[in-house]
């Protein structure tokens, strides 16, 4: 049965790193990589209207539901995501901008997606694209600490990173949250919320699930044991809270750079 496009608007406000969903999502029949010709005009139309003069670069994902072998379900998801970098430089996208072109093989079901079993399988059938604006990062964005900040300023980490699917602190993320603790002591006035991040989590789900606790809290989970780390260093927890930002604002940068957390400066 053909299955229908979902296109899903990107919202943007000056403060997001990145766009926090897939500007486009085309669904795939089941162990087929090729497009209905409804589909193929759904791409076309978002060539023809995207500001291409704004889009920094496009990152390609391909995916297949549960069935199957890994390796079978990697090469067919390669393929899917093939299809559709061939249909947009066809239609004259500039194949320099597609920075990223992978397929990533069957998506997993996890226990809380059994329910409507058809249903699921037909939305991990899919190639998403996501586009990542120029200048989205934004002023007041750093990836490290400063001498001075000012109250909004947002800093990621990327010694602060995380296993796939975990929310416990790897060794190198101890010492890099050991130097923060350090700097935050010296700075006593300073109040800021710690913010979790993950990838690679259907558009469906607000969260991924912490293969450690098997629940979908893993974005919270990776800023709460940065904000217990912290305690146990002697930062008042008076002084910051944490939240759990879910896929919303992947980096461009790959999928370890999204398994993150980061700083958002709430008062000096």
């Known amino acids: 049965m053909k299955q229908a496009f979902s296109i899903l608007l990107l919202l943007f406000t000056s403060y997001l790193f990145a766009q926090a969903r897939p500007v486009e999502t085309v669904y795939f029949e089941f162990d087929k990589f090729t497009l209905y010709n409804d589909q193929v005009q759904t791409i076309i ?26 390796d079978y379900n990697y090469e067919l998801s390669k393929n899917r995501v093939l299809t559709v970098q061939k249909i ?35 939305k991990n059938r899919r190639v998403d694209l996501f586009i990542v604006k120029k200048n989205s990062f934004g002023k007041g964005i750093y990836n490290s600490f400063q001498e001075s900040h000012k109250v909004g300023d947002r800093i990621y980490l990327e010694n602060i990173l995380f296993e796939l699917g975990s929310s416990k602190l790897t060794e190198q993320s101890k010492k890099e949250l050991d130097a923060i603790a350090l700097l935050l002591q010296q700075q006593k006035t300073m109040e800021f919320e710690i913010r979790g991040h993950v990838c690679c989590t259907p558009n469906s789900y607000q969260d991924a699930i912490d293969k450690d606790t098997q629940e979908r809290k893993l974005s919270l989970n990776r800023a709460k044991n940065v904000y217990r780390y912290l305690i146990n260093k002697g930062i008042n927890s008076l002084r910051m809270h944490y939240v759990g930002s879910g ?19 709430l008062k000096i």
């Open 247 to 265: 896929n919303k604002f992947p980096l461009g940068q790959g999928e370890a750079i999204d398994r993150r957390v980061e700083f958002l400066i």
């Open 45 to 70: 139309d978002f060539i023809k209207y995207a500001d291409t003069t704004k889009i920094e670069s496009i990152q390609i994902y391909g995916y297949c539901d549960d069935r199957g072998t890994n």
């Open 88 to 122: 947009l430089t066809d239609h004259g996208f500039d194949n320099n901008k597609i920075v990223i072109i992978e397929g990533k093989g069957r998506v997993i079901l996890q226990k809380d997606l059994m329910g409507n079993l058809s249903e699921t399988r037909s």
